[in-house]
């Protein structure tokens, strides 16, 4: 009797396990869904990689990250053979919504555009000959949308954690009056202004202003609300976290949990991840990170220049040959070594005009205004 109980226990643990394994493991679906029907197509990963070969796209892609222009080898399907082929779409006028299983917003596309063949929109399912994985999970499928670069300098072409397209038809005398409200709706120039707009940048900060409006309108650096960006508030290191890993266009990592004063239920955590992996910034000998510490005027160097070699806009060996013996500053020699070369590279390269002038006051703490103006001067000027 014992036996058998043992045996009955066995079974069902291992029909636990089976069911937990078939839980986790779900294969992608890529739903599309043409003006809004109850059925909608369902596309596994193996049909997508089953088109026949006029509807396959392997080449490469050309898109603008916040760091400039940049390619990628790119595998998938035509998006516009599978609304064509598959969904049989034979109107011209609609709209076209991509919804991303992480919930990121996607403005909607023009089905014109979908069908425009010098834009080529594509499925990705693979880029530079790897699996992707945007999730930060290698046990789900992933695809990202791609599409041709439309206009010099034009962002919003890579779309990504796709799993439903939703296609809808546009009425052509609805659409008419639209275009008519909206004619007389922007005929004042001031209702075009989309830019953000700050009123509290005085003339003692004009000297980071434009550097201030790029960084903004580029999604880079925030507003505090009301029209204020507040430029004489400190920065802390956390928020220069951000900020260089937006600069750079880098994804947000998953806090591992190595510093003792960083949690990862904080804000920053997914910045603080990122910079530290991709070597901006490092901890403290103790554990620490000190996200709220103010970041001083030489902190902020060392990885705005760390920032510039990442992107190409200097090699780490010109810089290592900048030296502050060299530097006009009155008070370089009060600028740490590790510090040093970055300090002496970004004077040289006229980063600093409007911060420091006579002396660097390299353990000054940064504000809003020079963190702005230091980041747009170092990685976009």
């Given at each position: ?81 599978l ?29 014109e ?18 699996a ?89 650096i ?26 750079l ?5 998953e806090?591992?949990g ?56 200097v ?67």
């Open positions: 009797m014992i036996r058998k109980s043992k045996i009955i226990l066995f079974v069902l643990t291992i029909a636990l396990i089976l069911s937990q394994v078939s839980a986790f493991a779900v294969d992608y679906t890529l739903e599309i869904a043409v003006n809004e029907v109850e059925e909608t197509l369902k596309f596994s990963f193996d049909d997508l990689k089953a088109m026949p070969a006029e509807a396959l796209i392997d080449e490469e892609y050309i898109y603008n990250s916040k760091t400039g222009e940049k390619t990628a080898d790119v595998k998938g399907v035509s998006l516009k053979y609304l064509k082929e598959k969904a049989e779409i034979t109107f011209e006028n609609g709209q076209v919504l991509f919804e991303a299983s992480d919930g990121y917003p996607i403005d909607p596309q023009s089905l555009d979908i069908f425009n063949d010098e834009l080529k929109y594509v499925i990705a399912y693979e880029v530079n000959g790897e992707i994985d945007n999730d930060e999970n290698a046990d789900t499928e992933d695809i990202t949308i791609y599409r041709k670069v439309k206009e010099e300098g034009e962002f919003g072409t890579v779309y990504k954690l796709i799993n439903k397209i939703i296609v809808t038809e546009e009425d052509a005398s609805a659409a008419e009056e639209t275009v008519e409200e909206e004619s007389a709706e922007t005929e004042d120039p001031a209702d075009t202004d989309v830019e953000k707009v700050f009123n509290d940048i005085t003339e003692e900060y004009k000297f980071a202003e434009a550097a201030i409006y790029e960084l903004a309108n580029k999604g880079i925030d507003g505090m609300g009301d029209g204020l960006y507040a430029p004489q508030n400190p920065f802390t290191r956390e928020q220069f976290c951000k900020v260089i890993v937006e600069a266009g880098y994804e947000t990592k806090y591992q190595a510093f003792s004063d960083v949690t990862a239920d904080r804000w920053s955590s997914v910045y603080v991840q990122a910079a530290v992996d991709n070597g901006l910034f490092v901890g403290n000998t103790d554990g620490t990170f000190l996200p709220e510490k103010i970041i001083s005027r030489q902190e902020m160097a060392a990885v705005a220049a760390r920032a510039a070699v990442a992107s190409g806009k090699a780490q060996e010109k810089l290592d040959k900048f030296v502050m013996e060299k530097s006009g500053y009155s008070d370089k020699d009060t600028v740490a070594d590790w510090a040093g070369s970055s300090v002496a590279w970004l004077e040289a390269e006229k980063v600093f005009e409007g911060v420091a002038v006579e002396n660097f006051e390299p353990a000054k703490d940064v504000n809003r205004a020079e963190a702005a103006l230091v980041v747009f001067n170092t990685l976009f000027k």
